[in-house]
C-alpha cells in the first residue's frame, strides 16, 4: 500500500487476548484533503457496548500522529443502508450523508 501512495491507520480491540473489533482510515498521499474511513467489524458476540465507537474515536486521534494526514480537511466513509447501529455512530460523529452507493453482485461463472 505504501508504494501505491496509501498509509494505513488501524486500531485493533481485544478482550481477553482475543481480537474483538478492527478499524482502519486509509490516507492517500495523492490526494491529502480526503480521507477514507474504510472498515469497520465488531464481533456480533461484542456488539452493543461502545467497541465501534471507541476504536473509531481512538483512530481518529491516531490521525494526528500521521503527518500524511496533516492536510485532510474531510473524511469520507460508506455504511449499509441496513446497518442502523453503524448509521446512527456515524451521524454521532458527524458525518452525513452525501451520496448513496449501489453495489451489484454477480456469480464469477456468469462473467
Given at each position: 500500500?505504501?508504494?501505491?501512495?496509501?498509509?494505513?491507520?488501524?486500531?485493533?480491540?481485544?478482550?481477553?487476548?482475543?481480537?474483538?473489533?478492527?478499524?482502519?482510515?486509509?490516507?492517500?498521499?495523492?490526494?491529502?484533503?480526503?480521507?477514507?474511513?474504510?472498515?469497520?467489524?465488531?464481533?456480533?458476540?461484542?456488539?452493543?457496548?461502545?467497541?465501534?465507537?471507541?476504536?473509531?474515536?481512538?483512530?481518529?486521534?491516531?490521525?494526528?500522529?500521521?503527518?500524511?494526514?496533516?492536510?485532510?480537511?474531510?473524511i469520507q466513509t460508506y455504511t449499509a443502508l441496513d446497518n442502523a447501529p453503524m448509521l446512527?455512530l456515524n451521524r454521532v460523529l458527524g458525518f452525513r450523508e452525501?451520496?448513496?452507493?449501489?453495489?451489484?453482485?454477480?456469480?464469477?461463472?456468469?462473467?
Amino acid at each position: 500500500m505504501d508504494d501505491q501512495g496509501w498509509t494505513l491507520v488501524r486500531g485493533l480491540a481485544r478482550h481477553e487476548g482475543a481480537a474483538v473489533g478492527y478499524t482502519e482510515i486509509l490516507v492517500n498521499r495523492h490526494d491529502p484533503e480526503i480521507l477514507t474511513q474504510d472498515d469497520t467489524l465488531v464481533d456480533r458476540a461484542h456488539r452493543g457496548h461502545g467497541i465501534g465507537r471507541a476504536l473509531k474515536l481512538a483512530n481518529l486521534e491516531n490521525l494526528r500522529q500521521v503527518p500524511e494526514a496533516a492536510q485532510a480537511r474531510w473524511i469520507q466513509t460508506y455504511t449499509a443502508l441496513d446497518n442502523a447501529p453503524m448509521l446512527a455512530l456515524n451521524r454521532v460523529l458527524g458525518f452525513r450523508e452525501a451520496d448513496v452507493l449501489s453495489i451489484l453482485e454477480g456469480e464469477l461463472s456468469a462473467v
